[in-house]
């Protein structure tokens, strides 16, 4: 089996497909939602079921770049919760569901695709607050994206991020499907690296993006080396829908403020 040799293109187009499928991360949120974040109640996630607190987006300003987070689904929330959005994605699929929240619902969301370790598209401190759900495990290197974060953000500035625990990846991934936990993999994690033939062509088959499963070291020394002091996190599970939920939370919600 011919393995995929340009990682950000082969996830691209995995997105893309997903979209196409209706992937839960794809389908953009209701009206009524839309309707509640403009009289100000609004609740979206990092990761899978945790709300994030409001708390959390206090900044100095309301300039807000969604970070990997096209959809259709938290962006177009927090342009009708009154914050100046910019949706950053890989895909342009997923884009194109936010400018259809855009349009339907009269928001003004700019949305722009690209690499999210590769934000040369802004200008230094160009954002009060990057939101960044759950998706740097579709890169290699999160240390760049957290070094992009920082670099964009303006001093003062809040980052929100998700991401999941180094040991989720560490299980025979069928048995896990099934409740059966064996430890399998090494830490760091890649599927093309750590997966066997059988085991990846089973994802890719279903175009599901390639993942890379980072090291606790990586994710908070690299947002701390980066700039970035964190202030608060939070746990989180699949809520109930994955067997691992009965055994740990196998999520993290980190903010950060740029320091300098």
Known sequence: MERPKNYLEYNKSAWNNLVKSGNRWTIPFSDIIIQSARNGDWKIVLTPSLKVPHDWFKASGKKLLG?????????????????????????QEQLNQDNLMAE???LDIKTVQGDMADLSVFADESFDIVFNPCSTCFVPDVRKVYKEVARILKKGGVFM?????PVYYLFDVKLAETGVFTLKYTSPYSDLASLDDEELKFFLDQNEPVVFGH?????INGQIQAGLEITEIGEDSWGGDNPMDKYFPAFVATRAVKKH
């Open 104 to 106: 339907k619902h009269s």
């Open 67 to 91: 970070l990997a987070s096209g959809g259709g689904q938290q962006c177009p929330v927090l342009s009708a919760a009154g914050f100046d959005v910019t949706v950053f994605d890989n895909s």
């Open 215 to 219: 090291s606790l070291e990586d994710h």
């Open 161 to 165: 991020t998700g991401f999941t625990k």
